[in-house]
């Protein structure tokens, strides 16, 4: 079973800035496309960001575009997603998901997903 681990969540204020981090102890996904997704209550898991696996290209939603900047380390086997500028729409449990071949929107489209960490913003 693989696992990916993430961590970085917490409450923040309107406008401010949290940086998530995924990390893929096993180096299982380096040669895949990694993104996150995230789920607020009561809604469908959302699609926030994703990159190839050689870190050259990114999607991003229109919702986070130009606020969220999403980053592999692949010599520390971790996923980034650096947020900023966050509103309250952007609380939610959030997800790092890996093993897609493509930039996939679809959760589906990724063979395994982590625990989910937790972002609160406040008003």
């Known amino acids: 079973q693989v696992q990916l681990v993430e961590s970085g969540g917490g409450l923040v204020q309107a406008g401010g800035s949290l940086r998530l981090s995924c990390a893929d102890p096993?180096?299982?996904?380096?040669?895949?496309?990694m993104g996150w997704f995230r789920q607020a209550p009561g809604k469908e898991h959302e699609f926030v960001a994703a990159?190839?696996?050689?870190?050259?290209?990114?999607y991003y939603a229109d919702s986070v575009k130009g606020r969220f900047t999403i980053s592999r380390d692949d010599a520390k086997n971790t996923l980034y997603l650096q947020m900023n500028s966050l509103k309250s729409e952007d609380t939610a449990v959030y997800y790092c998901?890996?093993?897609?071949?493509?930039?996939?929107?679809?959760?589906?489209?990724?063979?395994?997903w982590g625990q989910g960490t937790q972002v609160t913003v406040s008003t």
């Open positions: 990159i190839s696996w050689s870190g050259g290209n990114t």
């Open positions: 998901a890996a093993g897609s071949r493509t930039l996939a929107t679809q959760l589906r489209e990724y063979s395994d």
């Open positions: 096993e180096r299982t996904f380096k040669s895949y496309t």
